[in-house]
């Protein structure tokens, strides 16, 4: 369903990254990690993208650039406690795992 929309709608940010997080559940991390680096070209601000690109490298264990990108999602406005719920946990999980202690 989302590949439709991107194919009907074009490529915007918003329906990249969450093709990128349907990606990332699927285990293509190689296809999320080029769609969101791209996606994030387009609109360096959209925190989002950089904490899914965050999620996406550090499962590749990538996890200095993970880093990385999660510190810039918080520089673009990331607030975990203004998340879903259901992402609210996945991402407190990346941040204890990235930056433990």
Known sequence: MINRAV??????????DTLAVVMIRAGKLDQAVEQLTNALQKAPEKSSL?????WAL???GRSEEARRQFLRAEET????QTL???ERAIVQKLRDELFPG
């Open 58 to 60: 550090k499962a590749k």
């Open 84 to 86: 879903d719920p259901l």
């Open 77 to 80: 406005g990331l607030k975990i």
């Open 7 to 16: 194919d009907i709608y074009g490529p915007s940010p918003t329906l990249v």
């Open 50 to 54: 950089s904490l899914h690109l965050s």
